[in-house]
């Protein structure tokens, strides 16, 4: 992936290198993004809408060693709600000093397959969950893009809660 820039996302309490032209989303185009009552708490995308990608600091909480029965269990989830579109199964791999769990899926709409990525990791208790989504063109390099995205995470630590402002407190790991 052509880096454009490193990215504090979640009023500081994460940096992680995006694709060139992606921006945050204001709430309205995130609204029309995700038309759902519960919406991601950041949107970055390009002019495009091509490549989304949706970031959510949860108050769940979730441990290094909880990530692999997590994503699989959202896996099962996926599944049932989309029987036979499970392109990548669950998996982990190392990200920011924790362990990262992720798969992929396609499912189809009116403007044609889409590709799915979630991801989720623990950071400080607590549960990063984020997606990646794109058309289905260009699998490989999507997920090639991803897992770059993906490794190039930075948590910062002591991180209380997800106020919207940025930690006093907070150290780059």
């Known amino acids: 992936m052509e880096i454009d820039r490193k990215t504090e996302c979640l009023d500081g309490a994460v940096f992680l290198l995006l694709w060139p032209g992606a921006a945050r989303q204001t709430a309205e185009e995130a609204g029309r993004r995700f038309p759902y009552a519960v919406k991601p708490q950041e949107v970055y995308a390009d002019g495009t809408g091509r490549r989304i990608l949706a970031l959510n ?3 769940e909480g979730l441990e290094d060693g909880q990530v692999e029965s997590s994503i699989a269990g959202i896996q ?3 599944e049932k709600l989309y029987p036979g579109s499970i392109w990548h199964k669950a998996r982990c791999m190392a990200a920011a000093k924790v362990t990262a769990g992720w798969f992929s899926f396609v499912t189809g709409s009116l403007a044609g397959e889409q590709f799915h990525i979630l991801f989720l990791l623990p950071m400080e208790g607590r549960m990063l969950l984020g997606s990646w989504h794109s058309l289905t063109e260009s699998i ?14 930075r948590i910062r630590n002591a991180i209380k809660t997800y106020t919207g402002e940025k930690q006093a407190d907070a150290r780059v790991l």
């Open 57 to 59: 600091l949860l108050e």
């Open 76 to 78: 099962k989830i996926i």
């Open 140 to 153: 490989g390099k999507e997920t090639a893009d991803f897992l770059e995205m993906l490794k190039s995470i």
